[in-house]
């Protein structure tokens, strides 16, 4: 007879807060090929008044070296349209279904699943829209130093019983909107293990914040401003990047990840959709 503590409890969580929808944001995307897990992310964008076009985004190195991708979605009750937690639909698609980015350098890629969602009724996500990344300086502020949340599924862990991922947080190591190197990147402080690949990395404060130089603000503000890529290893006199490996070994002496920033991930999205012959419209308010 198991103890109590060996029990597992099914969980009963109503998704009514924006904290909780960024639960089901994320999607587990394993690499056949190459053995590898990584983290994609849901994301829609309008093609017209009332048309979306919904997407996964996430790293190139995730999708590349096999001819065969898995998407690990979590089950959906048709009675309740709520999750079932512990249920993962698994779907099979090519490994050249994506496109990516068209600066090589920029590791991004992106998912169109209209078909899957058409044809497969019961899986459960949330998808993030673009106007989460389309903010001007001016409506936004960002500080140089900000707290930074990101979610996806570290070395391929996962709550193991319902299947949901690992959310973490860490701080801006270099400033967010200021191209590091005269790239489409900037560094965060904090944990970045292989299979983070492809976790959305977002600003999520709920309660104050501050909105300007010398303001602060009562309310939430949850914004997208990134897609973690690879972490970083001191191992000579500088620092050595740990690119397009899935699973790097976290530097301890730096814990340094590279992000790409909104941009990137909106300029990879409209290149996805001018090849599906669409364009993206902006719906901010």
Known sequence: MARISEIPIQATMK?????????FSTIRISNKGLGTVGTGFFAHAFVGDEL???LIVTNK?????????ILGFLAKSPE???PRYGERRDIAISGDAWIGHPDPQVD???IPISKIINTISDLFYKTIPTALMEFTEEEIFIDAVEEITF???????????????ITRRGISATPIEMPFGGKKIFLVDGSIFGGSSGSPVFLLNEGTYRSGPTNVTTGNRMVLVGIIAASIQQVTDEPVVANHVPHVALARELDLGIVFNRHAILE???????????RRVSKVN
């Open 15 to 23: 998704i009514n807060t924006s904290s909780k929808e960024l639960l």
């Open 52 to 54: 979306v076009v919904p």
């Open 61 to 69: 190195h995730v999708l590349e070296g096999t001819d065969q991708i």
């Open 80 to 82: 309740t349209g709520e």
């Open 108 to 110: 991004i890629a992106v």
């Open 151 to 165: 979610i996806g599924y570290p070395s391929g862990h996962q709550d193991p019983f319902h299947l949901t991922p």
């Open 268 to 278: 990879t999205i409209d290149t996805c959709l001018a090849k599906m012959g669409q």
